[in-house]
Nanobody, 123 residues
Framework: QVQVAESGGGLVQAGGSLMVSCTAS????????MGWFRQAPGKERELVAA???????YYADSVKGRFTISRDNAKNTVYLQMNSLKPEDTAVYYC?????????????????WGQGTQVTVSS
């Protein structure tokens, strides 16, 4: 089993920055690829960014150039630095892990999920 815990959400003004973190514990060899999804009210959950064990990143078009994903394998932690935040970035952000070595946009390919952390961007 793997436990996933997010931290770092909060309220920020438009144009501001925020970093969220995610730490996996337990059988962390199962966390080869880690991703950040988000779900806004009334919308489906979507992949925002993901990163492989060797730190190859993926970004959704909506966040390219504004968000940066990184990981520290020694700490089993992945970070999402969010800059130039917009009100449309407001959502619950979920961290997820998978034993896959490739990046997938589909929720069903991720094995373990955190509880989510709220990010609110005010205009």
């Amino acid at each position: 089993q793997v436990q996933v815990a997010e931290s770092g959400g909060g309220l920020v003004q438009a144009g501001g920055s925020l970093m969220v973190s995610c730490t996996a514990s337990g059988r962390t060899s199962s966390s080869l690829t880690m991703g950040w999804f988000r779900q806004a009210p009334g919308k489906e959950r979507e992949l925002v960014a993901a990163i492989t064990w060797s730190s190859n990143p993926y970004y959704a078009d909506s966040v390219k150039g504004r968000f940066t994903i990184s990981r520290d394998n020694a700490k089993n932690t992945v970070y999402l630095q969010m800059n130039s935040l917009k009100p449309e970035d407001t959502a619950v952000y979920y961290c997820a892990t998978t034993t896959n070595t490739y990046i997938s946009r589909f929720e069903r390919t991720y094995d373990y999920w955190g509880q989510g952390t709220q990010v609110t961007v005010s205009s």
